[in-house]
């Protein structure tokens, strides 16, 4: 079992930044994959951004040059540093963390982009 706490969410300018964070604990020390995935009301849950234990990230193309992912596989956290702010990013964001094809989620932290 791995379990996730995310913060750093809230409201922001458009243009503006905002750095989410997540920290695991339980099993941790066997997380291959952390990331972070978003969700609107009546949409599915889609991906932002994920590095693997190697350092490797695949992001969304709707956040590349914006975001960035970073991990600390010592102390088991992932954060999202996300710049330039666009309303259209609005929603629940979620951390996730994957351990031998089992896939964990945090409770969610609602970011909102708005003037």
């Known amino acids: 079992q791995v379990q996730l706490v995310e913060s750093g969410g809230g409201l922001v300018q458009p243009g503006g930044s905002l750095r989410l964070s997540c920290a695991a604990s339980?099993?941790?020390?066997?997380?291959?994959?952390m990331g972070w995935f978003r969700q609107t009301p009546g949409k599915q849950r889609v991906l932002v951004a994920t590095?693997?234990?190697?350092?490797?990230?695949t992001y969304a193309d709707s956040v590349k040059g914006r975001f960035t992912i970073s991990r600390d596989n010592d102390k088991n956290t992932v954060s999202l540093q996300m710049n330039s702010l666009k309303p259209e990013d609005t929603a629940v964001y979620y951390c996730?963390?994957?351990?031998?094809?089992?896939?964990?989620w945090g409770q969610g932290t609602q970011v909102t982009v708005s003037s």
């Open positions: 996730y963390a994957r351990v031998s094809f089992v896939g964990y």
């Open positions: 339980g099993s941790a020390s066997s997380i291959s994959l």
């Open positions: 590095m693997t234990s190697g350092s490797s990230t």
